[in-house]
């Protein structure tokens, strides 16, 4: 199993060259989701479709991560409704092992934005600097949680 590394902060105002950043749209969809693991399907763009089992929202945490058929994921979306994001996802690599996702949401999540951080090490994420344009660090608050997000709204 991999270890996600990661910070999350509430984003104040987009980045002035957030068109240069690499950029995907992805609907995600919770088929189970506790206060210990989540368990979503994702496809990026139409295509490229997942399984992704991941344990509770955190600095660390478990993830596994496996390729899912565009027919298995036409069969398992259905069972998602009333527990779905969809977003568009910049990256770009800020630094070698640091990753910055900045998901743009749409739908009833519109004007929400979230910039979350990926790290190489637990060391790494603590001495990180938060870029200017970025709020509050919610690293770790369930309410901003995707799942959270999915099923309750903007919090």
Do not use: C
Request: net charge negative.
């Amino acid at each position: 199993m991999a270890q996600e590394i990661e910070r999350k902060l509430l984003v104040a105002s987009l980045p002035e060259d957030l068109g240069a950043w690499d950029a995907k749209r992805l609907e995600q969809g919770y088929l189970a989701s506790t206060e210990d693991v989540e368990v979503r399907i994702r496809r990026a763009d139409g295509r490229d479709a997942r399984l992704t089992v991941k344990s509770s929202p955190g600095l660390s945490r478990v993830e596994e991560e496996l390729a899912l058929e565009d027919a298995a994921f036409a069969r398992l979306w259905p069972l998602t409704e009333g527990r779905r994001v969809v977003k568009v996802r910049h990256t770009r690599e800020v630094a070698p092992g640091v990753v910055y996702e900045l998901d743009v949401y749409e739908g009833a999540l519109a004007g929400l934005a979230v910039l979350e951080v990926e790290f190489a090490s637990e060391d790494d994420a603590r001495a990180w600097t938060p870029p200017g344009w970025a709020g509050r660090e919610v690293t770790g608050e369930k309410a901003y949680a995707n799942q959270t997000l999915a099923v309750d709204g903007a919090p």
